[in-house]
């Protein structure tokens, strides 16, 4: 049915005004919210949709992850992560990282990421498409990019084949109502200059976005330091990688000049609070990044580094570790994390014309809570509830672009018994 009529909602829009509409109505039409109001619209030709007792809101856009890296989860645990990436990841990764098992992989990831209430990814990782059939089978929105690194990764052996992958799913998804293509630097460590110019000026010439790591870890900023003279974002800066098109992942340890180079430049940031704790990596100043007009989003990172891609964990922490570095119980509210986990992560990737609130015209990307749960009660305030209480089990369907992926915690368009099996005899592989 083209048409969708759900009641009986409250409301989170998280739009510009934050409004909150308690008993109100979404009418979607051909993907598209038509209206949005409080009390009731009628439309005889529409599917009806009682939300009694639920929140609906705009789905969670998770801004970083390499999301194959689900057949990697618990792979190589508790390691700094150069010893983590280089002696255990990257060798793991040449074995196995095959189109078969990235297709395997990422279905689980689907599932993971759907049942948690995410309804877009940023990707970086190899043979994204194949990463994007699945996405666009799965019904979700992806923006995604195959990852150029200065040395032979599983899907290329050269930079110049990297960049003619790239430049490929460019062609082939550009305009696409689901699949984003974007293109990917992996990081300043294990790209030259060339390399990432060559990048850069790809997205440039591409109208897409460009994405990297940046400023991670100490050893990244001091090994960064001894070779260029300058730390990393202030070296990218001087080579022209910093920008409104640009998303950097992490953001660790940017120095007070190079927060001050993000905002003057719009660079977003995509931060991935759980990964950067697991690995050691440092907890990164999102607040003072806030306070400078940054667009901080959040990201999961890859399961191997978190090890999930549950984006409701994620935006608590994210509420949470600012609280702790300042030693404010007001740094980062719970409204302020809710952003970042929705319409921040839309503005960071170019999408918040699409996506990312709920307001009219744009696309039906959002997902039913089950406020009335024991967990939750009693709401004081919405955002609160959301960011504090909620876990992913509270979120009960989902839908993009007005298309269901998952109703009633049943998956749409994934056949979980399936993958489960498949991704079982996947680890038995690379177990022995």
Same mark, same amino acid.
């Given at each position: 049915? @083209? ?5 009986? /909602? ?37 599917? !009806? ?87 666009? $089978? /799965? ?54 200059? $060339? ?8 997205? =440039?010439?591409?109208?897409?976005? !460009? ?10 900023? =001091? ?68 306070? /400078? ?29 600012? $609280?702790?570095?300042?030693? =404010?119980?007001? /740094? ?41 749960? @024991? ?21 009960? @369907? ?35």
């Amino acid at each position: 049915m @083209s048409k969708k009529l759900i009641y009986n /909602a409250h409301i989170i829009t998280m739009n510009a005004s934050l409004e909150i509409i308690p008993n109100g109505c979404i009418l979607i039409e051909n993907g598209k919210i038509k209206n949005i109001c409080s009390g009731q619209l009628k439309d005889p030709d529409a599917e !009806l949709i009682d939300a009694q007792g639920m929140f609906v809101m705009p789905g969670f856009i998770n801004t970083h992850t390499h999301i194959p890296m689900t057949m990697l989860r618990g792979y190589a645990d508790d390691l700094p992560l150069h010893t983590w990436l280089t002696e255990h990841i990257f060798p793991a990764e040449a074995r196995f990282v095959t189109p078969e098992n990235v297709r395997i992989a990422t279905r689980l990831a689907l599932i993971e990421m759907i049942k948690s209430g995410t309804v877009c990814f940023n990707d970086m990782y190899f043979f994204e498409d194949v990463i994007a059939e699945e996405a666009k $089978k /799965a019904g979700i929105r992806g923006v995604l990019g195959e990852s150029l690194i200065d040395f032979h990764t599983p899907s290329l052996n050269t930079v110049e084949e990297g960049l003619a992958l790239s430049k490929a799913l460019i062609c082939k998804w550009q305009g696409d109502s689901l699949i984003h293509p974007s293109v990917c630097a992996h990081a300043p460590y294990t790209c030259c200059r $060339k390399t990432l110019q060559q990048a850069k000026q790809l997205a =440039d010439q591409s109208n897409t976005i !460009l994405q990297i790591h940046i400023a991670e870890t100490r050893k990244e900023v =001091d090994d960064i330091t001894a070779q260029t003279g300058m730390p990393p974002a202030e070296y990218l800066h001087s080579i022209g990688l910093l920008d409104r098109n640009v998303i950097a992942a992490h953001g660790v340890w940017l120095n007070p000049q190079e927060t001050e180079l993000f905002a003057s430049t719009q660079t977003s940031i995509a931060h991935c609070p759980k990964s950067n704790l697991k690995l050691a990596s440092g907890i990164a100043d999102t607040y003072s990044y806030l306070q /400078a007009g940054i667009t901080v989003s959040i990201g999961t990172d890859g399961t191997a580094s978190n090890n999930t891609l549950d984006m409701t964990e994620e935006m608590r922490f994210a509420a949470l570790l600012p $609280k702790v570095k300042h030693d =404010d119980p007001e /740094a980062v509210n719970a409204r302020t994390a809710l952003q970042m986990a929705t319409i921040n992560g839309a503005k960071a990737l170019g999408l918040e014309q699409i996506t990312g609130s709920l307001e009219k015209g744009k696309s039906a990307d959002l997902i039913f809570i089950h406020a009335d749960s @024991s967990n939750m009660l009693p709401v004081y305030d919405e955002y609160s509830a959301i960011v504090y209480a909620m876990n992913s089990k509270n979120i009960r @369907s989902s839908m993009v672009n007005g298309e269901w992926l998952m109703r009633n915690r049943e998956l749409c368009h994934l056949d979980k018994n399936e993958t489960l099996e498949a991704i079982k005899q996947l680890a038995s592989t690379i177990k022995h």
